[in-house]
């Protein structure tokens, strides 16, 4: 495949890359203000807690801290779907890499086929420059022979009498020398190897493996691993409230 036809794939590939994009940070300008809105509405009650807490009743201010938490769970809600979007939006600029990668490397075998072949063919006609070189000297060889031969049996036959038996001489002619016909191999390409991920990328999950997909990350602060594959810990949604990985939930109920 040309060079021309590889760019052109991987331009269309692209095109819709960056209205992609701009959408992702836009949702996530969305949330970021939406999580700002829901800090100034919980400072606002915590101050009215803290100014009225010795004249409210019990229920006012369970009401109120009520309002304060169901804030806080919605602010933890907007900051995971934010970096659900960061991790899709990463995944979708990595996908664009890998395939640029793959795309230079079958570029580049191809280019190796090409010169495989232009020097093959060089070598052969070269070859066959110096067989007919060696053929057009052999012929200018013998039919100088066959001249002197002749020159020979013609001074021969007008010195001999009649009485002495003419010599018969039997030239040989030589046929034309054909060059040798020479057939190229099919040179194959090497098989393009998937690209490595990137050894700088961090590691998450029990697997070791790095992010792709939903994950859902531990609330104990003192996590070693803090974020994981659904799959990984047999998650299909996310769970509402707190949720702890493996590790961390069999600490807990040690303690």
Known sequence: MAAGMYLEHYLDSIENLPFELQRNFQLMRDLDQRTEDLKGQIDSLAREYTANARTLSSEQKLSLLRQIQQSYGKCKEFGDDKVQLAMQTYEMVDKHIRRLDTDLARFEADLKEKQIESTDY??????????????????????????????????????????????????????????????????????????????????????????????????????????????????????????????????????
């Not at 060089?122 to 020159?151: C, F, P, Q």
């Not at 792709?212 to 998650?235: K, R």
Request: charged share 30%; with cysteine.
């Open 122 to 255: 060089d070598s052969a006609s070269s070859k066959g420059n110096k067989s007919e070189a060696r053929s057009t000297e052999s012929r200018g060889l013998k039919d100088k022979k066959v001249a002197r031969t002749r020159s020979k049996v013609k001074n021969s036959d007008d010195d001999s009498s009649p009485k002495n038996g003419q010599k018969k001489v039997k030239l040989i002619h030589t046929t034309d020398f054909t060059a040798p016909t020479v057939n190229f191999g099919n040179v194959h390409p090497s098989d393009v190897l998937d690209m490595p991920v990137d050894p700088n990328e961090p590691t998450y999950c029990l697997c070791h493996q790095v992010s792709y997909g939903e994950m859902i990350g531990c609330d104990n602060t003192d996590c070693s691993i803090e974020w994981f594959h659904f799959a990984c810990v047999g998650l299909t949604t996310k769970p509402r409230g707190k949720w702890y990985c493996p590790r961390c939930s069999q600490e807990r109920k040690k303690k």
